[in-house]
């Protein structure tokens, strides 16, 4: 059974900088793409940021320069560096894993994150 763990959420003041893991099991990691979306509320879910297999980093205008997207497959783990974090960043926090056939899509349960002063 595959399973996605986010944390690292929390309050934070404009300006500053969280770092959010995603742990997954029961799946072969490292040759599976990996997004982190987020979803504030009264909003729909936009795209974040990706981590492919073969190590393509994309990110979602908006975060370019503030976040980084980062895997490390011997930790079946992937991170959201964010920085210079603006109250517009709130939202539930989630990563996204596609299994390598392209058929699967496994989701975590999210972790908050509230940028307030």
């Known amino acids: 059974q595959v399973r996605l763990v986010e944390s690292g959420g929390g309050l934070v003041q404009p300006g500053g900088a969280l770092n959010l893991p995603c742990t997954a099991s029961?799946?072969?990691?490292?040759?599976?793409?990996l997004d982190w979306y987020r979803q504030a509320p009264g909003k729909q879910r936009e795209w974040v940021a990706t981590?492919?297999?073969?190590?393509?980093?994309r990110y979602l205008d908006s975060v370019k320069g503030r976040f980084t997207i980062s895997r490390d497959n011997a930790k079946n783990t992937v991170y959201l560096q964010m920085n210079s974090l603006k109250p517009e960043d709130s939202a539930v926090y989630y990563c996204?894993?596609?299994?390598?056939?392209?058929?699967?899509?496994?989701w975590g349960q999210g972790t908050q994150v509230t940028v307030s002063p």
């Open positions: 981590a492919t297999s073969g190590t393509i980093t």
């Open positions: 996204k894993m596609t299994s390598f056939s392209k058929t699967h899509e496994y």
């Open positions: 029961g799946s072969i990691f490292r040759l599976n793409d």
